[in-house]
């Protein structure tokens, strides 16, 4: 499996953006998805994730209600829209897949998820 993260960019505070991950995979529907983000000089944290069938969503309380997961089955292809930015949202933003049993989930840690991007850098100016 291989991800393809991309969109990031330079947005001032309030602005919106919208991160794509496209994979590389046949059964991309199975995977559940996710995406993390790594401040400088901070930990990588859990930012959402979705499962392979949509029915489960989980979001970073620091994201909840900004930012919304979603994903596209037919293309291959999860997002990350993300609205009301501040400046404390700079960061790599990584997306992260693997498939689990039972198949609704979407786990939180990272360390759940066998396959990652490589990062796409959202900047957000004060």
């Known amino acids: 499996v291989q991800l393809q993260a991309s969109g990031g960019g330079l947005k001032q505070a309030g602005g919106s953006l919208r991160l794509s991950c496209a994979a590389s995979v046949r059964t991309f529907s199975t995977y559940a998805m996710a995406w993390f983000r790594q401040a400088p000089g901070k930990e990588r944290e859990f930012v959402a994730s979705i499962s392979w069938n949509h029915r489960t969503t989980n979001y970073a309380h620091s994201v909840k209600g900004r930012f919304t997961i979603s994903r596209d089955n037919a293309e291959n292809t999860a997002y990350l829209q993300m609205s009301s930015l501040k400046p404390d949202d700079t960061a790599v933003y990584y997306c992260?897949?693997?498939?689990?049993?039972?198949?609704?989930?979407?786990?939180?840690?990272?360390?759940?998820?066998?396959?990652w991007g490589q990062g796409t850098l959202v900047t957000v100016s004060s």
């Open positions: 992260a897949a693997d498939s689990f049993s039972p198949s609704d989930s979407a786990p939180m840690a990272g360390s759940a998820y066998g396959y």
